[in-house]
């Protein structure tokens, strides 16, 4: 079993910026890949970014140009970095890790962008 615990969410304005932390812990072998996704109120669950473990990544193009994904495999920790977020960014995100045929999520965490 993989625990994915979240943190960093909270209310930011109109065209700040936040970071999500997502630290990994238990049987964390053969982790391909660690992502965020997120889901808003009414919609379905979305990609957001991921991170493989050859290093490419994909960032979602509803916030390409404002998102970054990172990780620290020292601290098995993934990190999005959001800049100039907007109120559509306004959803659940949750951390997830995969290896195959298996994902593993995070119970999310809370990203509201309002003034």
């Known amino acids: 079993q993989v625990q994915l615990v979240e943190s960093g969410g909270g209310l930011v304005q109109p065209g700040g910026s936040l970071r999500l932390s997502c630290a990994a812990s238990g049987s964390i072998f053969n982790i391909n890949a660690m992502g965020w996704y997120r889901q808003a109120p009414g919609k379905q669950r979305e990609l957001v970014a991921v991170?493989?473990?050859?290093?490419?990544?994909n960032i979602a193009g509803s916030v390409k140009g404002r998102a970054t994904i990172s990780r620290n495999n020292a601290k098995n920790t993934v990190y999005l970095q959001m800049n100039s977020l907007k109120p559509e960014d306004t959803a659940v995100y949750y951390c997830?890790?995969?290896?195959?045929?298996?994902?593993?999520w995070g119970k999310g965490t809370l990203v509201t962008v309002s003034s």
């Open positions: 997830n890790a995969a290896r195959v045929g298996v994902n593993y």
């Open positions: 991170s493989r473990s050859g290093g490419s990544t």
